[in-house]
């Protein structure tokens, strides 16, 4: 699958560049053909990342505004428990039917919270991406989707992600894409006759056996 070739480089790339040295062919033909040991080194590298923020949080003492005690963790979807998930999807839920705030003048087709965000990153793809900005950018999105999920919608945990790498495989299996009423949703019908689409997805696993949530039960 070339989802798991891509992991791969990223994997290889990155151990590479956090140890110094040079990434060679061989490196990267072994990343493409071992996808398991080129999970180690990534895994090692937040390790280390993590405890160095940890180190230097933990320096600053109680008094500093941003300190070790106010330090949120997200958390991969699904390590979230089956109540953590069923929260977030009700949070998410509840954006989607709240009024949205941007004016229609700025965007007809911002209908509620959700669309918001879409729009918003939409319409600041071309600066916020293909520049200096991209991770400064992206991280106060999340923050702020975050927040609003807990401020406007109850949400009681944090922003969880997506490690698709270690669902690279089978993705329609993943926690968060299984298709049960704790995820984002399932894989959909696979629809074979779709002229208008950029994309060709092949047939296999995107075929009909797959539903999205409250398909069977509202058949
Ligand atoms: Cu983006």
Redesign the pocket.
């Known amino acids: 699958m070339r989802a798991s070739v891509i992991t791969t480089y990223l994997a290889a790339t990155l151990a590479n560049v956090a140890s110094g040295a040079a990434i060679s062919k061989h490196d990267l033909l072994d990343a493409s053909n071992d996808h398991e040991s080129a999970k180690e080194p990534v895994k090692k590298l937040i390790a280390e990342i993590q405890q160095g923020l940890i180190d230097e949080l933990s320096k600053r003492g109680p008094d500093a505004a941003c300190n070790l005690d106010k330090v949120v963790y997200r958390r991969e979807y699904g390590d979230l428990t089956r109540e953590e998930r069923l929260d977030y999807v009700r949070a998410m839920q509840c954006m989607m039917d709240a009024p949205a705030k941007t004016p229609a003048s700025v965007s007809p087709g911002a209908k509620n919270r959700f669309d918001d965000f879409v729009v918003t990153?939409i319409q600041q793809?071309f600066t916020?991406?293909y520049s200096g900005n991209f991770q400064a950018w992206?991280r106060w999105f999340m923050h702020s989707w975050e927040k609003a999920l807990r401020d406007e919608c109850g949400y009681k945990g944090y922003q969880p992600y997506w490690d698709w790498s270690k669902y690279a495989e089978a993705p329609q299996d993943s926690p968060i894409f299984n298709g049960e009423d704790d995820s984002m949703g399932g894989n959909g019908e696979y629809l074979p006759d779709f002229p208008n689409s950029v994309i060709v997805l092949p047939e296999g696993v995107t075929g009909d056996d797959i539903e999205l949530p409250g398909a069977s039960a509202a058949a």
């Open positions: 990153h793809t916020a991406h992206h």
